[in-house]
C-alpha cells in the first residue's frame, strides 16, 4: 500500500494564502491523476482542483481563479496554492492520487488522512 502524505494545512486570515502538498511514496510506480478534495462536517466529500500526467487541470468553480494546482512529478508531488482564502474555504482537504503499484497492477486511488484548512474572517 503506498502512503499519501498532506501537509501544509492551518489557520489563515480571510484574504490569505496557504500552500497545500502532497508526496505520494512506497510502491507506487505509475501516477495518472493528482488532486485535492475537500469536506465539511456533515457535507459529502467534494472536489476542489485535479491535474492529469499531461497537466491537464480542472477546477471546481467555487475556486477558480483563487487556487492553482501543479504537480511534480519527479517527486510524486501535487501542490494546491490557495490563494484569496474566504471563510467557506474551510474545510479538511484530502489528497488523492490515481496510480498503480506492484501489488495492484492497474489504476487506484489512493487517499491521505487529510489536513484541517481553517480561514478566519
Known amino acids: 500500500q503506498p502512503q499519501v502524505g498532506e501537509s501544509g494545512g492551518g489557520l489563515a486570515q480571510a484574504g490569505g494564502s496557504l500552500r497545500l502538498s502532497c508526496a505520494a511514496s512506497?510502491?507506487?510506480?505509475?501516477?495518472?491523476?493528482m488532486g485535492w478534495y475537500r469536506q465539511v462536517p456533515g457535507q459529502q466529500r467534494e472536489l476542489v482542483a485535479i491535474?492529469?500526467?499531461?497537466?491537464?487541470?480542472r477546477y471546481a468553480d467555487s475556486v477558480k481563479g483563487r487556487f492553482t494546482i501543479s504537480r511534480d512529478n519527479a517527486k510524486n508531488t501535487v501542490y494546491l496554492q490557495m490563494d484569496s482564502l474566504k471563510s467557506e474555504d474551510t474545510a479538511v482537504y484530502y489528497c488523492?492520487?490515481?496510480?498503480?503499484?506492484?501489488?495492484?497492477?492497474?489504476?487506484?486511488?489512493?487517499w491521505g488522512q487529510g489536513t484541517q484548512v481553517t480561514v478566519s474572517s
Open positions: 488523492s492520487v490515481k496510480g498503480i503499484t506492484v501489488q495492484r497492477p492497474y489504476y487506484n486511488y489512493y
Open positions: 512506497g510502491s507506487i510506480h505509475r501516477i495518472d491523476t
Open positions: 491535474i492529469d500526467d499531461r497537466d491537464n487541470t
